[in-house]
């Protein structure tokens, strides 16, 4: 047991280690009058202050603070308590298992955290090492590292790193890093200046952590879970941007960014696990309607729930959704429809294609509003899908055009059928975009007029457009 007397009062650290020994010791509470005595020779002396009741409980305080962080990578300690006179204040029982999962239980209130603990042995790292730096051999540094991360109740907002005990000096990330770090002589960060073998050992250390994280990242996302995971990734894309960490802390976003690209850690709204470059990311939310239509010609929207790391992602290499990508999606799905071999229904008019032409409007780059010079788009005023819902899905113009002759280079559109649906002229009969007939129809109800005509308007300049 650790006893500490301070000021009159007594604290004591036990610890039950591995060889299930527990050692109780009866405490002894000194008298010391002198303790918050403001007048004291030696204090008036020094000029010092008196210790107040205040300042026993900040003491309290600290020390049951550092309790709940140091114990972690302590891999003989299982149980220790800090008491006060006696009193239990904070008691640590940790069950460690046989694997890498450690379950944290708090008496005597009762909380409980789950951590999962990556481990890996820089043995062969730290040999190449020695022979720029020979010191490092004799010195004889301990090789494993290990990351905490916590699974439940919550992940941690920023960890920092230990040497063997927790330091001051943040990870940057929301994971504890341990290792045997050379730290600084007050312990509270770790060496990463002066070239010499201290910063190279702990620069090495932090690399093969980053490799360590890098290395299966479908693993875990398994583990974590998909925002816990992106998270993490996110605040490493982070560390990548100049900032207050050591330069070294980039190797985090660099490993990670070429083993996260190849793996399957992108979650779709369709519920399946895409690469990131499987994912689009849309610039504005998309309605229900919107994502179904889009997964139908082949795009897979990225999650809701991880739309807040969007930059990550895309970074990873999710293509933000265009125009040209949508088009793009449009021509591989329809490359085998022929205008007037297929009977459109109405329904599907009104599922499909009204939803299509309202992604269509939102993302059409406007030429109109170009400038000259620069050929840099100005913001236009978007109509919102809604409204073309309401407007049955009426052919859009630009300045008059037809919005599929915008994109004429990259995607051949039969400029005459788009003039012709513009202008009206296409009939409700055309072959395989017409709907079912009416057999009283008002002049208010025919083709051009009514929304199913303007529907099938819609149908033949898109199948126009993207069959040529």
Request: proline share 6%.
């Amino acid at each position: 047991p650790l006893v500490t007397h301070c000021y009159g009062h007594c604290f004591s650290l036990m610890a039950a280690v591995s060889c299930q020994m527990t050692v109780y010791t009866k405490l002894f509470t000194p008298s010391l009058p002198w303790a918050d005595d403001p007048n004291t020779e030696a204090r008036l002396a020094l000029g010092v202050s008196h210790v107040s009741a205040s300042h026993i409980d900040q003491l309290v305080e600290d020390f049951q603070k550092v309790l709940r962080m140091s114990l972690l990578f302590l891999r003989h300690i299982r149980t220790a308590e800090v008491r006060r006179n006696g009193e239990l204040l904070l008691a640590c029982d940790l069950d460690r298992g046989d694997g890498s999962d450690l379950i944290v239980s708090f008496r005597p209130s009762g909380e409980v955290e789950q951590w999962h603990i990556l481990r890996a042995d820089v043995a062969e790292s730290a040999a190449r090492l020695y022979a720029s730096h020979p010191r490092l051999e004799s010195l004889g540094r301990g090789t494993k590292i290990s990351i905490g991360l916590r699974i439940d109740p919550e992940p941690l907002a920023e960890g920092v790193l230990y040497a063997f005990l927790p330091t001051e000096q943040s990870t940057g990330l929301p994971m504890h890093i341990n290792a045997d770090f050379f730290p600084e002589s007050d312990r509270k960060a770790v060496i990463f200046a002066g070239h010499q073998h201290e910063q190279a050992w702990n620069e090495m250390l932090i690399d093969a952590a980053a490799a360590e994280l890098a290395r299966d990242p479908e693993g875990l996302r398994t583990m974590l879970g998909d925002v816990q995971l992106w998270q993490i990734l996110a605040r490493a894309f982070e560390l990548s941007k100049p900032s207050n960490h050591p330069t070294c802390f980039k190797r985090f976003w660099e490993r990670l960014k070429v083993t996260g690209a190849q793996a399957h850690i992108a979650l779709a709204q369709d519920g399946s696990v895409q690469r990131p470059s499987g994912v689009f990311l849309p610039r504005g939310p998309l309605t229900s309607h919107q994502a179904k239509t889009l997964l139908e010609v082949g795009g897979r929207l990225v999650a809701e729930d991880l739309r807040p790391f969007q930059t990550a992602i895309n970074q990873m290499g999710a293509p933000i959704l265009t125009f040209d990508r949508l088009v793009t999606l449009l021509e591989q799905a329809m490359a085998q429809q022929v205008p007037g071999e297929v009977q459109v229904e109405a329904e599907r008019l009104e599922s499909f294609y009204c939803s299509l032409w309202s992604m269509v409007n939102d993302l059409l780059p406007d030429a109109a509003n170009q400038t000259p010079a620069t050929g840099i788009r100005r913001a236009r005023p978007r109509r919102s899908s809604t409204a073309m819902s309401q407007q049955g899905c009426q052919l859009m113009r630009t300045r008059g055009r037809p919005i599929v002759s915008l994109r004429q280079q990259t995607c051949p559109v039969r400029r005459s059928a788009c003039r012709s649906a513009a202008a009206g002229k296409m009939a409700d009969n055309r072959p395989g975009f017409r709907t079912a007939p009416s057999a009283n129809r008002t002049p208010a109800e025919s083709p051009q007029n009514s929304p199913s005509g303007r529907f099938n308007l819609c149908g033949a300049a898109l199948s126009a457009g993207l069959s040529g």
